[in-house]
């Protein structure tokens, strides 16, 4: 029962790369988030994804851009990684509905030189 | 846009003494979750609040939501070790079924 997984873990990028993390759920969830985690700023939303098919802006979008391939699998892009995109990134996925809690992956520790 | 405020940033407490974080919101909320994140791992989700006023305990936590639906609190008695963290509070607005807005944590150390 993995729930939701990550990968990578970690990478190390170099300013303009490109890199996709990526995201699936086994819990049957439609929707999907995805979150940056900085120190003193707490959880911010780059992207998220009520359902399948649909996806929107969060709190941070820029220089971010995400696909929902199915129901269980969403994925982040980076086209050109800045230094400022140093972060841990998390995803979570969620049953519809406002009362329902997000369940988070492990993260990816991404650092860009 | 919503943003939710949370105090302490950093709690260090000696074990067995009790604390308190608190969460605000600069608008009213539909529900507030609770979330803790142990180091170098990830949030995981504590309990849910919805209704004014509420006040729900899990042992020796006690959540509560404030009677206006703008605020809420985490206290925790007899601190144990096995309580360092980070716990957030994440929002919900009421116009917005799938957004949680998250406060900044309040990180929890204990002294032996």
């Known amino acids: 029962n993995a729930g939701v997984t990550q990968t990578p873990k970690f990478q190390v990028l170099k300013t303009g790369q490109s890199m996709t993390l990526q995201c699936a759920q086994d819990?049957?969830?439609?929707?999907m988030y995805w979150y940056r985690q900085d120190p003193g700023m707490g959880l911010r939303l780059i992207y998220y994804?009520?359902?399948?098919?649909?996806?929107d802006k969060g709190e941070v979008p820029n220089g971010y851009n995400v696909s929902r391939l199915n129901k269980r699998e969403f994925s982040l892009r980076l086209e050109s990684a800045a230094p400022s995109q140093t972060s841990v990134y998390f995803c979570?996925?969620?049953?519809?509905?406002?009362?329902?809690?997000?369940?988070f992956g492990d993260g990816t520790r991404l650092s860009i030189l | 846009g919503q943003q939710v405020m949370q105090i302490p940033q950093y709690q260090h407490v000696q074990e067995g003494e009790d604390f308190t974080t608190y969460c605000n919101s600069s608008?009213?909320?539909?529900?507030i979750q609770w979330y803790k994140q142990r180091p170098g791992g990830h949030p995981v989700f504590l309990i849910q609040?919805?209704?004014?006023?509420e006040v729900k305990k899990q042992k020796r936590l006690t959540f509560q939501f404030g009677e206006a639906k703008k605020n809420s609190s985490l206290h925790i008695t007899a601190t144990q070790t096995t309580d360092v963290g980070t716990y957030f509070c994440?929002?919900?607005?009421?116009?917005?079924?799938?957004?949680?807005?998250f406060g900044a944590g309040t990180t929890v150390t204990v002294r032996a």
């Open positions: 979570a996925s969620s049953l519809t509905g406002y009362n329902q809690p997000q369940h």
């Open positions: 819990m049957n969830h439609n929707s």
């Open positions: 994804s009520a359902s399948e098919g649909t996806t």
């Open positions: 608008t009213t909320l539909s529900n």
């Open positions: 609040l919805v209704k004014s006023g």
């Open positions: 994440a929002g919900r607005e009421i116009s917005n079924d799938y957004k949680l807005s």
